[in-house]
């Protein structure tokens, strides 16, 4: 490594101050604990690209509506991941963090953005990382105006007894503006730390008292900090054990190096980790199954990662000390595009993950409009900055006005992090905890004591029929798990519908004869007057019926891929066949061959093409003089053949029997040479073909 590269990577050049202070040994602060004494650490996971939210978490309730929106990313119903106590569905590939969301251990903060959102990645990823708004342009980051406001001697006389260890690190990429100061970098970079090495020549020049003499001093002053720096990280990692396996992947290895590092004692208070490819405007999905693809891919690295690391921490007692949080510059569009994938949207959900976090879902799901339009956007429930100020305080320790100067302004905090003692996690705090041994998940009131409660997923409602547009007769389904109660349930509806129906020990109910429209579902059991659940669901239009043909083996078979119904019907030629699957295949007639394909709603629209499946025709001898012989295939009694030059005139036209061997002579003597078109067509062939006249 050459002494230009190791500044460039190590020691973030663009940050040159235009006068520094001397570089003497400067009174330190003790505004942030020593960095040789164990703290607080939080874990940044950076998802460069604009991570997919509905892909990632999807609002089940609003399921009906989405597979109509954007019908070429979404996963089957019952490939998503129940989140429980929730309306939520995870992606299959994120079953650990469902698991700490389970176990309180994961936060999830639904549709985080901000206000007048920007679709430039480059933009974007600038407001995320320096912590601004849309059009609050800054040249340093929100993270390095923490670190610098808790360290304003940083770079002079770092490292130090004091701070012996790099205040952050960067894994996974270059340097980003989130640790961009006012003064410096304030984070180091790194790809392996087993594979740092000193530079071989130290610094230990004299430059005069000028501007340009601090930046040359300034640039000696980094490279020492950077070999110092280089040699506790290498010592740290080393050191460090791993008693559960990373993936082997970049997201894995990137979360092996932190981890390595806080076991290994390095003392730093903030790691970015990154993982690319979330700008999935193609291919986010497999089109044989939408369960894999690039989307699943990336979610998985990003869930094993994470679970690994909390795993490897627990093993080693380190797992209190840590929180992460995941950010994207932004989210997807709603809908779909005809690339099996999304484009530039404007929300999506935050992780927030760790022992000490305050685990569940914050925020309402994303409500996706019914007449939804392609141009429309989400609206964001929290800012990004809540999230931000809400991890520096309850976390870090900061002083809320020390937060509000890196912020700009005051941001409403979000609850995060656990802040009181509760004993039996019920979220009501031991001092006020009147019934402070409550079963684990049990509800309960304000004072602690459990009240009479039922698990959502009690509950199960299955839209069994659409109904297209000045109908009634949309169908929905409600099961129920406990059979031991009796249920009553009340439903209201557009144009003044309302009925109420009556379950008695757990009977399946039918809701039969709805309009489009949004309903109001209320479940009651009879003998428990307090309690009352409630489910909005819709009642929609049927998707559109979208058929998709190729013909396969020579074009003598047709492959039709279905999509918008559970049932369809399909009329080849004369005749009909019954559909249940999303493809169909069947072989062709020669000659004309009629599809159509309908399914039970008129409303989804109808499909037809006409493919003619061609016998084959072959000239002989080519190039020729007197007569030209045609075979052609198949039994057809006569035949059109018809001569065209290549510019499209015709020069020949008759109509001539096959004989025996299916062989029609053409005399071709009298035309002069060059290259012509021979074109064939009868009952079952229409095939073309050059020959040459000599």
Not at 239 to 248: N, Q, V
Request: glycine share 8%; charged share 15%; hydrophobic share 35%.
């Amino acid at each position: 490594m050459n002494r230009r590269n190791f500044l460039h990577n190590m020691a973030h050049l663009a940050a040159i101050p235009s006068f520094l202070p001397g570089l003497g040994q400067l009174e330190l602060s003790n505004l942030l604990s020593s960095t040789a004494e164990a703290g607080k650490i939080l874990v940044i996971v950076r998802l460069n690209g604009g991570n997919d939210g509905l892909n990632t978490l999807m609002p089940m309730e609003q399921y009906g509506l989405l597979k109509t929106i954007r019908p070429s990313v979404i996963l089957p119903e019952n490939k998503y991941l129940p989140v429980e106590g929730t309306s939520l569905g995870f992606h299959p590939s994120m079953a650990g963090m469902n698991t700490l969301l389970s176990e309180k251990r994961l936060a999830v903060v639904q549709s985080v953005g901000y206000t007048k959102p920007n679709f430039s990645h480059f933009r974007s990823t600038d407001i995320w990382m320096s912590g601004t708004d849309t059009d609050q342009y800054v040249s340093s980051g929100w993270m390095a105006r923490y670190l610098e406001n808790q360290h304003p001697n940083y770079p002079n006389s770092y490292p130090n007894p004091q701070y012996p260890h790099p205040l952050s690190i960067e894994l996974g990429g270059e340097s980003s503006l989130l640790f961009q100061g006012q003064n410096a970098f304030t984070s180091l970079v790194y790809s392996n730390p087993d594979q740092f090495y000193s530079l071989m020549n130290p610094f230990v020049n004299s430059y005069p008292a000028t501007i340009q003499g601090s930046r040359l001093a300034y640039l000696q002053l980094i490279g020492k900090q950077s070999q110092v720096y280089g040699s506790v990280v290498q010592s740290a990692y080393r050191s460090a054990s791993t008693p559960f396996a990373f993936a082997e992947n970049d997201l894995g290895n990137q979360f092996k190096i932190v981890q390595k590092l806080i076991s290994g004692g390095l003392q730093t208070r903030v790691y970015m980790v990154q993982l690319t490819g979330f700008d999935t405007h193609s291919k986010q999905v497999d089109l044989q199954d939408s369960t894999k693809g690039q989307h699943a891919y990336l979610l998985k690295q990003v869930n094993d990662a994470i679970v690994t690391f909390m795993k490897n921490l627990d093993a080693q007692n380190l797992g209190d000390r840590v929180v992460g949080v995941t950010l994207s510059e932004f989210g997807r569009t709603v809908h779909s595009n005809g690339s099996t994938g999304t484009d530039h949207g404007t929300v999506a959900p935050m992780f927030v993950f760790g022992n000490s976090v305050k685990g569940g879902v914050i925020g309402a799901n994303p409500q996706i409009p019914l007449d939804y339009k392609t141009s429309d956007e989400l609206t964001a429930n929290y800012d990004f900055r809540q999230v931000y100020g809400s991890l520096l305080n309850q976390w870090l320790g900061n002083d809320p006005t020390a937060t509000n100067q890196v912020l700009f302004r005051e941001f409403p905090k979000v609850p995060l992090i656990k802040l009181f003692n509760d004993s039996d996690g019920d979220g009501v705090p031991d001092a006020l905890d009147l019934c402070p041994a409550t079963p684990i998940g049990a509800k309960v009131d304000i004072n602690g004591c459990e009240v009479f409660s039922m698990p959502v997923n009690n509950y199960a409602l299955q839209m069994l029929a659409t109904t297209c547009p000045g109908m009634s007769n949309g169908t929905m389904k409600i099961d129920f798990s406990d059979k031991k109660y009796n249920y009553v349930l009340d439903v209201k509806g557009p144009s003044n519908f309302a009925q109420t129906l009556k379950s008695s020990a757990g009977a399946s109910q039918l809701l039969e004869k709805l309009a489009i429209g949004n309903y109001q579902l209320t479940i009651s059991i009879e003998g428990q007057k307090t309690y009352a659940q409630r489910f909005d669901f819709q009642i929609t239009e049927p998707a559109s019926l979208i058929v998709q043909s190729v013909l396969r083996a020579d074009n003598s078979i047709v492959e039709l891929a279905l999509s918008g119904a559970k049932q369809y019907y399909i009329q080849l030629n004369q005749k009909i066949f019954e559909v249940t699957s999303d493809t169909w295949t069947a072989a062709l007639d020669k000659g004309p061959n009629l599809i159509k394909v309908w399914t039970d709603h008129a409303c989804q629209g109808n499909f037809y093409k006409e493919i003619f499946q061609s016998e084959q025709i072959r000239c002989f001898p080519n190039p020729c003089e007197n007569d030209l012989n045609i075979f052609v295939g198949g039994q057809d009694q006569e035949v059109q053949v018809t001569l065209f030059h290549l510019n499209g005139t015709k020069v020949i036209s008759t109509h001539h029997q096959p004989d025996a061997n299916r062989i029609v002579k053409l005399a071709v003597g009298g035309l002069s040479s060059g290259i012509y078109l021979v074109h064939v067509l009868g009952n079952t062939v229409n095939q073309q073909a050059k020959i040459v006249k000599k």
